[in-house]
């Protein structure tokens, strides 16, 4: 089972990121896009990754234990290589503005994944949700992005 999650994940998931978006709000979105229409699809997977993705004492077969660190440095490395910060406003600390547009996209998947629990993905009009999101994303662009003026 932790082989087919991994898989599933890998698959549905993480392998289908472009990970030479430098945006971090388009690099985020285009993860939160993927990652909830792969957790709709499969959402027992995801839950089930969780029990052995955040267990901090492994005691899982060394591949398999290989395996997740593998896919755990895979997901980092398409979350934090090859953002260009030089876009966050100059006034912020880079690390922090980093963290907090990944906690507001985190947090808003999270919530529409509980609004949208027991509902069929074919029953489902996204179109909304995805312009509500896409107003969140521009309002933490405003925040934290430097515009033409900034730059000036």
């Known amino acids: 089972m932790v082989k087919y999650s991994l898989d599933y994940i890998r698959s549905?998931?993480?392998?289908?990121?472009?990970?030479?978006?430098?945006?971090?709000?388009?690099?985020l979105t285009q993860l939160a896009r993927l990652k909830m229409e792969a957790q709709m699809k499969n959402e027992e997977v995801f839950r089930f990754s969780g029990v052995f993705l955040l267990e901090t004492e492994n005691r899982l077969p060394e591949q398999l234990a290989g395996?997740?660190?593998?896919?755990?440095?895979?997901?980092y490395r398409l979350m934090y290589e090859g953002i260009d910060k030089s876009r966050f406003r100059k006034d912020a600390d880079p690390d922090k503005v980093f963290h907090l547009i990944r906690w507001g996209v985190d947090g808003y998947q999270q919530e529409l994944l509980a609004r949208l629990s027991g509902q069929k993905l074919v029953d489902i009009d996204f179109a909304p949700y995805w312009e509500?999101?896409?107003?969140?994303?521009?309002?933490?662009?405003?925040?934290?992005?430097?515009t033409e003026e900034d730059s000036r």
Not at 67 to 75: P, T, Y
Not at 132 to 138: G, P, V
């Open 12 to 27: 549905r998931f993480l392998d289908k990121v472009d990970a030479n978006e430098p945006d971090l709000i388009e690099r």
């Open 67 to 75: 395996e997740i660190e593998k896919m755990k440095q895979d997901g």
């Open 132 to 146: 509500e999101f896409y107003a969140y994303l521009a309002i933490l662009k405003m925040s934290f992005y430097e």
